[in-house]
């Protein structure tokens, strides 16, 4: 199948310092791209969906401002969490497809730690 | 609301039994529905679609509009099945021109020796 990669697979930082972790789809262009975050034995909660060139679109209660996403290119999408705060910490996973109703192949996911 | 439903957390069966991962959902229109299956230190992966109706790795799942359900089945479970299952419809947003998917709070599957 076709590879989404999430770099980087590790982080931690300062409170108030802001990390971007991208999400590159390797072997075919992604229209659209998904960001999750997943909590400790729980569910991927979709934070935000973004079309290639297009502004995201963030689900209820995501502060767009704290999570900014950019997909610049159909085969690059970022997201930067600015002044991290230790509640930010989480697991947040990439998804990518070519468009509505294809497989979604999801990055390895990445784990952010804020001291 | 839009809501996907997965009522259990947590499914035990020996291997040969027969397994059923229910899901159910709440959502405007016709959504598509998939499930996906994420292994022991797996990334997330798809099992299987509703629209290409195809049986992968002998599972199986009817997408029954009156019951808004999509329960997965499998009719001999393997050891190798034990796995978590996600839910996952796919549904329209911004005046129904784009589409996201969402997750189902998951099934964790065991499959006892």
């Known amino acids: 199948g076709a590879v989404v990669s999430q770099h980087p697979s590790r982080v931690i930082c300062k409170s108030g310092t802001s990390v971007k972790i991208e999400c590159r789809s390797l072997d075919f262009q992604a229209t659209t791209m998904f960001w999750y975050r997943q909590f400790p034995k729980q569910s991927l909660m979709l934070m935000a969906t973004?079309?290639?060139?297009?502004?995201?679109?963030?689900e209820q209660g995501v502060e767009k401002d704290k999570f900014l996403i950019n997909h610049a290119s159909l085969t690059l999408s970022t997201l930067t969490v600015t002044s991290a705060h230790p509640e930010d910490s989480s697991f947040y996973i990439c998804s990518a497809r070519e468009g509505t109703g294809t497989e979604a192949f999801f990055g390895q996911g990445t784990r952010l730690t804020v001291v | 609301a839009q809501r996907v439903t997965q009522p259990e957390k947590l499914l035990s069966v020996f291997k040969g039994a027969p397994v059923e991962l229910k899901c159910n959902y709440s959502?405007?229109?016709?959504?598509?529905l998939f499930w996906y299956v994420q292994y022991s230190r797996q990334r997330l992966q798809l099992l299987l679609r509703?629209?290409s109706r195809e049986s992968i790795k002998g599972f199986t799942a009817d997408l029954n509009k009156g019951e808004t359900s999509f329960h997965l089945k499998k009719p001999f479970a393997q050891e190798e099945d034990s796995a978590m299952y996600y839910c996952?419809?796919?549904?329209?947003?911004?005046?129904?021109?784009?589409?996201?998917?969402?997750f189902g709070k998951g099934t964790l599957l065991t499959v006892n020796p």
């Open positions: 509703h629209i």
């Open positions: 996952a419809p796919e549904a329209p947003y911004s005046g129904g021109s784009n589409y996201k998917l969402t």
């Open positions: 973004s079309n290639e060139g297009s502004k995201a679109t963030y």
């Open positions: 959502y405007s229109g016709s959504p598509e």
